[in-house]
């Protein structure tokens, strides 16, 4: 690869008021309270997949491998 950098656009996302809510509720389902797990950075981890026409958003707990869709197309 020498010679040839791939140049990476800045990305951005600000989560719509409906996507915040969405994430929430992940959040109280996603408490584990009898397990402990050790992170340096939270319990989750967030995928941004954006698209010609909006940004698919999907969060997973580390913990219990749960993933869900939070996008909120309704503003695409």
Known sequence: WKGNR???KEFKHEF???EEKKLED???KHKHPKLTFPTAGGRF???FNPTGIGTY???KC???EKEEDI???KWW
Do not use: N, R
């Open 45 to 47: 981890v967030y995928t």
């Open 6 to 8: 791939i140049k990476m």
């Open 62 to 64: 580390i913990l219990c």
């Open 16 to 18: 719509s008021g409906e």
């Open 26 to 28: 992940f959040y109280k």
């Open 71 to 73: 996008t909120d197309v």
């Open 57 to 59: 958003v999907y969060v």
